[in-house]
């Protein structure tokens, strides 16, 4: 636990000196407010005992993004990140529709199907299917109402269904074919 906490507190002091020494990124300031989130995510989520195993994740076959991919026990979880400054238009999280979900889902399959053997089944639970493993979609709203430095977190795990087909198996299991 304090070896989490040195390390966000390095890439903290290492963002802060970044800003002060070198010349602005030429990024918008609500995509800077998204990263930020993110960031803040990633340790938010290895405090509460996720093990992420990808960031950022895109698929060369869909359009679309998995901010974070992760572990929760024995469940593999595609996590969206939605960052806001004030909950005063719409909460984070509404910003995930179906179109939204729908592009999830489809870069998640990719990122199921190109995951080494190794990966795709773990031992212990007897709930898994003979040829998948259990997976879900969670949302993380980052809210910065507060500050920069004191974000809040709502998670909101197995946030939405996914429709059964024939390429992208049952809500919670993964097929391969």
Not at 2 to 25: N, Q
Not at 94 to 114: G, H, N, P, W
Request: glycine fraction near 6%.
């Amino acid at each position: 636990m304090f070896a989490g906490r040195l390390t966000e507190a390095t890439l903290r002091a290492l963002d802060w000196l970044a800003a002060h020494t070198l010349p602005p990124e030429n990024m918008p300031a609500h995509q800077r407010t998204g990263r930020r989130g993110e960031e803040d995510a990633y340790f938010y989520l290895r405090r509460r005992g996720y093990t992420i195993i990808a960031r950022n994740y895109r698929s060369p076959h869909n359009r679309g993004e998995l901010d974070l991919v992760g572990w929760e026990r024995d469940v593999l979880c595609f996590i969206e990140v939605k960052t806001r400054t004030t909950r005063d238009v719409k909460p984070a999280e509404a910003a995930v529709d179906r179109d939204k979900q729908r592009e999830l889902s489809l870069v998640a399959r990719d990122f199921l199907r190109q995951m080494p053997p190794s990966c795709q089944r773990r031992p212990q639970p007897a709930r898994l299917s003979r040829d998948g493993v259990e997976w879900r979609f969670d949302v993380l709203a980052v809210y910065y109402e507060r500050g920069p430095s004191r974000p809040s977190f709502e998670l909101f795990q197995n946030a939405f269904p996914v429709s059964y087909n024939r390429k992208f198996g049952n809500r919670g299991r993964a097929d391969y074919y």
